[in-house]
């Protein structure tokens, strides 16, 4: 039992730490990409108030691929929505006392965890049966999305069938913040569980799941289609002027 909790503690540490830090670097390697031409995909707003607009239907709604495929938007969206709440029911195993809004959405994050399964299924299949997406998809596709659905299944099948103490994973939890370590229960399926969930978190930063940050700054996106109105220089092309 000691050795099982000081291994997860140190997986969930090191899962962390990589987690950050791959996030902090790429961020950072994004931020100090060039973009050193207009090329907003249009139609395109032509303000700042327009590009944010943009943006927010593009990450709540998936606008743009709404537009392009209907079957990917339904399983994609799927998959998102239902990973956003089944992300905010497990909330509660990092927060003491609850807040009531994560009290509100417990029930429904269960629902959220079965969309996000089928979600991925209808994606996952898209790979196999759409020849132009299998001649595309490289093994790497085919590993993210089985460790994300051993993830939700997991984790449904510890909540309908093989039940676990939940105030024990919390203590757990909790402890990791304080450096108080609990006892972390032996149940085979919460450990595979928690490792699924610790080694997503270190592929992360490092996969194409980092579309999640990458939105923000991609030029198709975030630029105004103000070519006429607003000279676009790039850093390097100023400094040329400077001289």
């Known amino acids: 039992m000691a050795f099982l909790t000081n291994f997860y503690v140190f997986l969930f540490y090191f899962a962390a730490l990589v987690l950050v830090t791959g996030l902090i670097f790429k961020i950072a390697q994004y931020t100090m990409t060039p973009a050193p031409l207009k090329i907003p995909t249009t139609p395109a707003p032509t303000t700042t108030h327009g590009v944010v607009l943009r943006m927010t239907r593009e990450v709540v ?27 905010l029911r497990h909330l509660r195993y990092f927060m003491e006392p609850v807040w009531f809004p994560i009290q509100l959405v417990q029930p429904f994050g269960i629902y959220g965890g079965m969309a996000m399964i089928v979600g991925l299924g209808g994606l996952w299949a898209r790979r196999f049966l759409v020849d132009r997406v299998r001649y595309i998809s490289s093994p790497s596709d085919h590993l993210i999305l089985a460790l994300l659905i051993l993830i939700g299944c997991s984790g449904l099948l510890m909540k309908f069938v093989f039940h676990t ?79």
Do not use: C
């Open 165 to 243: 103490d939940v105030v024990e994973i919390k203590a757990f939890f909790l402890g990791l913040y304080s450096y108080d370590i609990q006892p972390l229960p032996a149940d085979p399926l919460l450990l595979l569980h928690l490792f699924l969930v610790a080694v997503l978190m270190i592929v992360f930063p490092y996969s194409k799941l980092l579309h999640a940050p990458g939105l923000f700054f991609s030029p198709t996106r975030n630029q105004a289609d103000n070519p006429r109105e607003v000279r676009h220089l790039a850093p390097w092309a100023k400094q040329l002027e400077q001289k």
């Open 61 to 87: 709604l998936f606008e743009s691929l709404f537009r392009g495929n209907k079957w990917t938007w339904i399983f994609g969206w799927m998959f998102h929505f239902g990973l956003l709440l089944v992300t």
